[in-house]
């Protein structure tokens, strides 16, 4: 009995200190977000000769002087753009790449693999490639200095990562469901909207989600193709609020950037359960 009570806590101990272990790590990956948070509370003269995580002052003008942006746009503007690009740039992609891996996984039609391979091959494609042809195409279309390059994508079914993801969550649906739905005389398109959508809504959150934090956070793309202040985004104007040349407001920059961490926070926090689920089944029940 005495072995088995030994065993036991050392059992109970090798989990604990697994646990500690993993705390730690953890903490240590959150460090800097925390030195973040913990900073844009601090004045502008003791952010970096104070490194410690507790301000010894504690100030919210960090964040008023950085809510007012910059040349009289406020940061609340920035924020309504990014939530427009993201969430137009979420409902491009929920509806076109649903569309495109139904197709893919479920109908048959000419070329279906040779499609399907040269959509594999984007994935592979590093975005600086064609990032010159895709800005003289906008440029001739007067695109530029708008937010179609930044959407219209989204609405063609441009990411094939998330064409990929649904192809493989279909097909891991039972095929007799569409036979069934068929000798009931559905038609392709009901098949779609009443039995692959429903089932596929793990997939699709997890889309939502990817693309929603990618869009949020995308830097590149916005800083190549806008350039009025009226429509920077969130990522733009805390770029904006850093001047290499002068005298920069970190207290208001590192402010405006733990605002922007809050929405993807909050967004992946409310849905991870359907995150993961999107991410590690197959659509089976």
């Not at 708008?146 to 989204?154: A, E, H, N, Q, V």
């Not at 005389?185 to 997939?203: D, N």
């Amino acid at each position: 009995m005495s072995r088995s009570h030994a065993a036991h806590r050392a059992v109970r101990l090798r989990a604990l200190l697994k646990h500690i272990v993993i705390i730690a790590i953890g903490l240590l990956m959150l460090y800097p977000v925390l030195w973040l948070v913990s900073s844009s509370f601090k004045p502008n003269s003791t952010i970096f000769s104070s490194p410690g995580l507790i301000p010894q002052t504690w100030t919210f003008e960090n964040y008023v002087n950085g809510w007012k942006g910059l040349q009289g746009v406020s940061f609340g503007r920035f924020f309504a753009n990014s939530a427009f690009i993201s969430v137009m740039s979420v409902l491009g992609n929920l509806v076109t790449c649903s569309m495109a891996a139904y197709a893919f996984a479920r109908l048959n039609f000419r070329f279906k693999g040779l499609w399907f391979s040269l959509m594999l091959v984007t994935i592979m494609l590093p975005y600086h490639v064609v990032l010159v042809p895709q800005y003289v195409i906008y440029s001739k279309l007067e695109w530029i200095n708008t937010y179609f390059p930044l959407i219209l994508p989204k609405w063609l079914a441009h990411d094939s990562f998330f064409i990929l993801l649904m192809v493989q969550f279909i097909r891991g649906l039972p095929r007799e469901l569409d036979e069934s739905a068929t000798i009931d005389g559905c038609s392709q398109r009901q098949i779609y909207f009443r039995i692959i959508l429903p089932l596929l809504v793990p997939a699709l959150i997890s889309t939502a989600i990817f693309t929603f934090i990618w869009s949020w956070d995308d830097f590149f793309s916005q800083m190549i193709y806008l350039s009025d202040i009226n429509l920077f985004t969130v990522q733009l104007g805390i770029r904006s609020l850093f001047d290499p040349s002068g005298q920069s407001d970190w207290g208001g920059l590192l402010a405006m950037s733990a605002l922007s961490l809050l929405p993807i926070t909050v967004l992946f926090l409310a849905f991870q359960r359907y995150f993961l689920e999107g991410i590690a089944t197959t659509g089976l029940k």
